[in-house]
């Protein structure tokens, strides 16, 4: 099956052997070997972090946070700041943190609610390249949303592909910075935009069963 995948994908044979190295290496997976063929497998640490990214992968729009709080910390060590990160939070300047609402502020931090974002912030948390990509997969989006064929005219390795490819292009993106609540981004912003197209394709594109995706 992972052959049948890459080969729709011009991935050639090399490269997906130095990709499962890297990846065993890594302890994101496990790999037996049958005869000729190979199975891999996530590992107990590779299906965590696959369930930790999930959410922020899949997640529809409408439930992401849009409200969001201020968290002024006791002080600013790169531990505390690490910590932070892992909460959620992003830093703005030394001590001053910005994520959702709901998200558990330290206990001897300030943490203030806020309802408005000026354009000046906003754009400390939108870089100008991470812009400039998720406007180009945007319009890649956009372009896929309206030629898609209906997925009964599309063959199950066809589908598992493209599913393949939107969940890439989009989550190289996605996991590339915090997720903050959709009020700290400006109208220009086309993440927002990209995470309704992803969602709107994959369920044009149901997941194909794993037995009618086979080598050609």
């Known amino acids: 099956m992972l052959s049948a995948l890459m080969n729709g994908m011009n991935i050639k044979p090399e490269a997906v052997r130095v990709a499962l190295h890297r990846l065993r290496n890594d302890g994101w997976i496990a790999s037996n070997k049958t005869g ?13 972090n696959s369930a930790k990214a999930s959410p922020r992968i899949y997640s529809a729009l409408e439930d992401m946070p849009t409200k969001w709080q201020v968290v002024l910390t006791k002080d600013n060590s790169t531990a ?21 609402l709901d998200n558990p502020a330290p206990q001897d931090a300030l943490s203030l609610p806020a309802n408005h974002a000026p354009d000046w912030l906003k754009a400390q ?15 890649i989006l956009s372009q ?19 599913r393949c490819l939107i969940v890439h292009s989009w989550r190289r993106l996605v996991l590339r910075h915090p997720a903050l609540p959709r009020d700290l ?18 369920t044009r594109l149901p997941k194909p069963k794993l037995a009618h995706i086979a080598d050609k």
């Open 185 to 202: 981004y400006s109208q220009e912003w086309r993440g927002h935009d990209c995470r309704h197209l992803v969602n709107g394709l994959l």
């Open 125 to 139: 948390f939108e870089p100008p390249k991470l812009v400039q990509d998720y406007t180009a997969l945007f319009d």
């Open 144 to 162: 896929l949303d309206t030629t898609l064929p209906p997925p009964e005219q599309l063959s199950a390795n066809d589908v598992a592909v493209l």
């Open 36 to 48: 000729r063929t190979s199975v891999h497998a996530l590992t107990a640490t590779g299906r965590a």
């Open 80 to 100: 505390q700041k690490n910590a932070m990160t892992d909460l959620g939070f992003v830093q703005l300047t030394a001590r001053v943190f910005f994520g959702a």
